[in-house]
Every structure is written in structure tokens, then in C-alpha cells.
């Protein structure tokens, strides 16, 4: 059997919004806390 590569998944999603507002979301510590996954859930 030959070499495999680790697994390696992709997604995107595109979100209207203007960029004032998304970086509100990825500097506001609420706002980031809405936004990740629930604590012990990982990718």
C-alpha cells in the first residue's frame, strides 16, 4: 500500500456583511465568543 496523505477537509461560507461589522465580530470578546464552536468541540 503506498503513502497516504492526513486527511484534510475544506468549507467556506460566504457572509454579507460589511467589514466594519465583521471585524467588530473578531475583536469584540462577545461578539468572538458567539461566533466560535461550544468549549471541548473540535474541528
Known amino acids: 500500500m503506498g503513502r497516504t496523505e492526513p486527511r484534510k477537509d475544506q468549507g ?3 457572509v454579507r ?3 466594519s461589522a465583521v471585524y467588530a465580530a473578531m475583536t469584540d470578546p ?3 465568543a458567539a461566533w466560535l464552536p461550544p468549549e471541548g468541540m473540535t474541528g
Open 30 to 32: 462577545d461578539a468572538l
Open 17 to 19: 456583511a460589511p467589514a
Open 12 to 14: 467556506s461560507r460566504t
